[in-house]
């Protein structure tokens, strides 16, 4: 008597039509809100560019290329405003981004235990998690009594220099930077990490098959690999620091001057709407407020936008394609 071994059934099961539904349903929630997002954006940009119309019709680019802001007399200018912004999120990305890559080296090519390792990477992240006006209560309480003594003596010895042409009185553009730096070291930090562990381990293993050491293949071969990522990192870093508002309001001193001294005050566009809006009394007033935020938002906008084609792109592996792939 034989007997016929039966099959297992399989796992793999064909969707079932309540299946293929759910998944076709979900997809296209997802793609709303992909839309949704697109349109929120849009819409954020066409009633500030509406409410700003007035301004921009009356002014032009004057309002942008203006230096004085006197609302008594009618005139308005966010020159000095723009070149604060810029130079306090330059400075700022330079110092948040050189620590930012440096901290993203250190946790990805295992100077520390796996343990050590998780903990520094949730205080970094963590970072991202505190208040904007706590950052600045800091600068403030902490950083400038700090650094001042070391200013006054860079502006006496070196005042010659433009960069320390003024004295660090109270506030001015090095405390915030500084702070600014430690407010953008998370992002920078996360996506490098991101783009430093995505290297194909081989590169490592092939430098260190040709004798490099540790430090020559990190320098020349990991970070040149994984660049595009990094620079990606530090554009939407910047884009980040555009926008601050409430810690550079408390340290960068809302002093509408344009000056490369970095222990001067200064003024950037998004302090400028924090102080002035509660006295925005008339409509050409929110007018050229709503001019100001268009510019900072056109700003931040192309920043954003830039660094993210960059990281679409992805980092390159170093690896090459296999013969065949691209028929």
Not at 14 to 42: C, H, K, N, Q, S
Not at 122 to 147: C, D, E, M, R
């Amino acid at each position: 008597m034989t007997t016929e071994l039966q099959e297992p059934p399989s796992i793999a099961q064909p969707p079932t039509p309540g299946e293929m539904t759910l998944d076709r349903a979900f997809r296209a929630l997802t793609r709303g809100f992909g839309w949704l997002t697109i349109l929120v954006v849009v819409l954020l940009v066409v009633l500030v560019g509406w409410q700003a119309s007035p301004a921009i019709q009356e002014y032009g680019l004057k309002f942008i290329t203006g230096t004085d802001w006197d609302a008594g007399k009618g005139q308005f200018g966010i020159l000095p405003e723009i070149w604060g912004t810029l130079y306090s999120s330059i400075l700022g990305v330079i110092l948040g981004g050189f620590f930012g890559v440096t901290v993203a080296i250190f946790l990805t090519e295992h100077f520390l235990p796996p343990w050590l390792e998780d903990i520094f990477t949730n205080i970094v992240n963590l970072l991202a998690a505190i208040p904007s006006v706590v950052y600045g209560l800091w600068g403030i309480f902490v950083v400038i009594p700090a650094i001042r003594p070391f200013c006054n003596w860079l502006h006496t010895s070196f005042g010659w220099f433009p960069l320390f042409s003024t004295p660090l009185l109270s506030v001015g553009m090095l405390p915030a930077a500084l702070v600014l730096a430690i407010m953008v070291l998370p992002t920078v930090c996360a996506i490098s990490r991101d783009a430093l562990a995505s290297v194909n381990p081989r590169l490592r293993e092939a430098a260190y098959g040709l004798g490099a050491t540790r430090w020559e293949t990190i320098l020349a071969v990991i970070l040149p690999t994984a660049k595009r990522g990094i620079w990606g990192s530090i554009l939407l870093g910047f884009g980040r620091a555009l926008g601050e508002t409430m810690a550079l309001a408390m340290l960068v001193g809302s002093i509408n001057v344009i000056s490369w001294s970095v222990l001067s005050p200064a003024n950037t566009l998004a302090a400028l709407l924090a102080s002035k809006f509660p006295e925005a009394a008339s409509p050409i007033d929110l007018g050229v407020l709503m001019y100001a935020a268009l510019v900072l938002l056109g700003l931040t906008l192309a920043v954003n936008v830039l660094g993210e084609l960059i990281l679409l792109r992805g980092p390159t592996t170093g690896v090459p394609a296999k013969k065949g792939a691209a028929k």
